[in-house]
């Protein structure tokens, strides 16, 4: 698995560049294994703001990979919703009971948020949601690119 736990793109930052369809299709998709994962943290997922990167991201992806998974969390000091993208050319197909055994093998004590279950609920996304993404036809390039509002040059503009 490959996370990919980056700064937002933010207008004028640093990481924008790395959500872009020629970065998952040339730089990263021939580092991953055959069976390889790829995990990117995606902007903010909420009714309200899933347009700005997160819908973008997750189309991008499927351009790119044969297999996605949108998944989302409340973040309580983000205030929203959190959205986070799973892509891969082999089957994500997992339960959780599976995912219980590989913490238990790989974790030392117990999480205090994550297990199987929890993580099979974060891939269910209400519908407004849902249907938007499926409706996305948004493909995050260099010259295309969309940023989380609120944050570096966006919020200096006069």
């Given amino acids: ?43 903010p997922a909420g009714v309200l703001t899933h347009t700005e990167v997160f819908s973008s991201i997750y189309n991008t992806l499927r351009q790119v990979f044969k297999y996605v998974v949108p998944y989302t969390a409340h973040i309580p000091s983000f205030a929203d919703t959190w959205g986070w993208v799973m892509a891969s050319d082999h089957p994500l197909t997992i339960d959780a009971e599976e995912i219980d055994g590989r913490i238990e093998q790989r974790i030392k004590g117990e999480l205090r948020y994550l297990d199987g279950e929890t993580f099979m609920a974060a891939s269910t996304l209400n519908k407004s949601v849902r249907t938007s993404l499926l409706k996305e036809t948004h493909v995050y390039t260099e010259e295309t690119a969309r940023f989380v509002y609120g944050h570096g040059k966006a919020c200096h503009k006069s």
């Fill in 1 to 43: 698995m490959t996370p990919g736990d980056l700064a937002d793109p933010v207008e004028g930052g640093p990481c924008y560049q790395l959500y872009t369809k020629s970065f998952y299709e040339f730089v990263l998709k021939p580092k991953l294994s055959h069976k390889g994962v790829f995990v990117t943290q995606a902007g």
